[in-house]
């Protein structure tokens, strides 16, 4: 597609429900990260995969977080049993390439809301 | 760990002032350095990198240089405009591909 995309954009759930975040990376980009933006905070690095090697998950905040990245494209975010501090905008990100100069591209967020 | 400090917000300028907004970084070997954008109701956008020492990232008017010896990737741009409010976010990534940025700078430019 013309760029990454993320679904839903809203999300609003109540604690101790599961969702489902979404991510489409750009086409052709081996990396994809996921990052959580929460109200008047920077961006807070989630995980990271990279082709077919093993994702970096050093910044999966608790083991109610998971990610999945299916076929080197698609990759889905899930948060178990919600809680009211996983508010927060979480944000998916691609490069053409994992090496160091590499712009990545993001999406336009997925707004989550826990009640 | 790598980490990013960058200046604390919000900013208030009027137009055609002066901009700098400091970033510092804490890294081990030789990142690369960025400063993303995020203008109001859109995503983020890369502005402007570099990806050695003494390099100058510039865009739009914008420029950073990778300073090594003050760890340092200060943004300056000469004289704003109305159109540059946005929140600005300084990034690291390291050699271990992880990236890393700062709390964002929230600049809002006053006609």
């Known amino acids: 597609g013309a760029g990454v995309s993320q679904s839903p954009s809203n999300k609003v759930t109540e604690k101790g429900k599961d969702v489902e975040l979404r991510c489409d990376p750009i086409?052709?980009?081996?990396?994809l990260y996921w990052y959580r933006q929460s109200l008047g905070q920077g961006l807070e690095f989630l995980i990271y995969?990279?082709?077919?090697?093993?994702?970096?998950k050093s910044g999966l905040p608790s083991d109610r977080f998971s990610a999945e990245r299916t076929g080197g494209s698609v990759s889905t975010l899930t948060i178990q049993r919600t809680q009211q501090e996983d508010s927060a905008v979480y944000l998916c990100?691609?490069?053409?390439?994992?090496?160091?100069?590499?712009?990545?591209?993001f999406g336009p967020g997925t707004r989550l809301t826990v009640l | 760990g790598n980490s990013v400090t960058q200046m604390e917000g919000p900013v208030t300028l009027s137009e055609e002032a002066f901009l700098t907004i400091n970033c510092t970084y804490t890294?081990?070997?030789?990142?690369?350095l960025f400063w993303y954008v995020q203008y109001p109701g859109e995503g983020l956008q890369l502005l402007l990198k570099?990806?050695?020492?003494?390099d100058k990232g510039s865009n739009k008017g914008f420029e950073a240089t990778y300073r090594k010896e003050t760890t340092s990737f200060h943004l300056e741009k000469g004289s704003v405009q109305v159109s540059d409010s946005a929140v600005y976010f300084c990034?690291?990534?390291?050699?271990?591909?992880?990236?890393?940025f700062g709390a964002g700078t929230r600049l809002t430019v006053k006609p």
């Open positions: 990100a691609s490069s053409l390439l994992a090496g160091l100069g590499n712009e990545q591209f």
């Open positions: 086409s052709g980009h081996t990396a």
């Open positions: 995969f990279q082709g077919n090697s093993a994702p970096d």
């Open positions: 890294a081990t070997g030789y990142p690369s």
């Open positions: 570099a990806t050695k020492a003494d």
């Open positions: 990034a690291l990534r390291g050699e271990g591909n992880d990236m890393r």
